[in-house]
């Protein structure tokens, strides 16, 4: 398990930029962490870091966006409405689990179950008004704890 603090938006972008060139095509992330947390702010710095050129915000109400990149596609999805598993398959989740785009995904709490063993789960918490913890665990951590 890896913990970064950022003291910034700013920091939160570079950290996730960083951390995108690091982690292999078709990865998923879930994020768990509440309003105005860093969700999306964490994704913006991710699509960059794989040289995406795109507008990112919270897929809430298409509860997907994607970002096609010449050398990388990411979905984003918003899962704060997704209540079923009707839900989820009709947002076209699983069909973008068998590609080698990676899925990141907003309130991955409500489609746990469904998010596959290797998932990375980033746990977010605020520590102070501009200060976020970013906790970085595996799918099997995080349902131990
Ligand atoms: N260290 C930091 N990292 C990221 N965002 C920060 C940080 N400090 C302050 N912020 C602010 O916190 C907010 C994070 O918003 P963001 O949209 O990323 O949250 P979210 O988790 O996606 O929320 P929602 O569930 O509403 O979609 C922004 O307003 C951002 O400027
Ligand atoms: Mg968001």
């Known amino acids: 398990m890896k913990e970064v603090i950022t003291y910034s938006y700013e ?5 996730a930029s960083d951390y995108a060139k ?4 078709g990865s998923v992330i879930g994020f768990v962490g509440g309003l105005g947390m860093g969700k999306t702010a964490f994704t913006t710095g991710f699509v960059k ?5 795109a507008d990112v915000s919270s897929p809430t ?10 050398k990388a596609r990411v979905y984003h999805f918003d899962m704060y409405r997704v209540e079923s598993w009707d839900d989820l398959y009709s947002t076209g989740f699983f069909d973008y689990l068998e590609t080698d ?3 990141l995904a907003e ?8 998010l596959p063993d290797d998932a990375v789960i980033i746990e ?14 595996s799918k099997s ?3 131990e704890d």
């Open 11 to 15: 920091e939160t972008l570079a950290m």
């Open 101 to 103: 785009a990676y899925i």
């Open 61 to 70: 109400f298409a509860i997907c966006n994607d970002y096609i990149g010449e």
């Open 107 to 114: 309130w991955s709490e409500n489609v746990f179950g469904a």
């Open 22 to 25: 690091t982690l292999p095509k």
């Open 141 to 143: 951590d995080y349902i």
């Open 49 to 53: 870091g794989l040289g995406i050129n």
């Open 124 to 137: 977010i918490e605020k520590i102070y008004e501009n200060t976020r913890k970013f906790i970085f665990k």
